[in-house]
Nanobody, 129 residues
Framework: QVQLLESGGGLVQAGGSLRLSCTVS????????MAWFRQAPGREREFVAA???????YYADSVQGRFSLSRDNTKNTVSLQMNSLNPDDTVVYLC???????????????????????WGQGAQVTVSS
């Protein structure tokens, strides 16, 4: 198991940017793929972006071209740069980690929340119109 701590949420105007970071601690963080999901109250958890151990990144169609995910294995962090934010992006963002997995992983696998076994507490992002 690993522990995940998100930071960087907050309030921003439509069209603005925010950067979320997730610091990973515990056993073998570098052997895990990492992902961001988001969840609005009363709604299903939604895939946002993921990065495999290889560094391959995947995005939901709704954020493709606006969000960028990066991974720094020297610091055990993953960062989600969010640009051109709009009010529909207002939700809690959750960092997640898979169990130890193969070097390569597909978007189909990583976009499924059941692939992840460790979750952060969440970071609130609010975009005002």
């Amino acid at each position: 198991q690993v522990q995940l701590l998100e930071s960087g949420g907050g309030l921003v105007q439509a069209g603005g940017s925010l950067r979320l970071s997730c610091t990973v601690s515990g056993r073998t963080p570098r052997d895990r793929a990492m992902a961001w999901f988001r969840q609005a109250p009363g709604r299903e958890r939604e895939f946002v972006a993921a990065v495999a151990r290889s560094g391959d990144t995947y995005y939901a169609d709704s954020v493709q071209g606006r969000f960028s995910l990066s991974r720094d294995n020297t610091k055990n962090t993953v960062s989600l740069q969010m640009n051109s934010l709009n009010p529909d992006d207002t939700v809690v963002y959750l960092c997640a980690a898979t169990p130890r997995i193969a070097y390569y992983a597909s978007k189909t696998y990583l976009s499924d929340q059941n692939a992840c076994c460790s979750w952060g507490q969440g970071a609130q992002v609010t975009v005002s119109s």
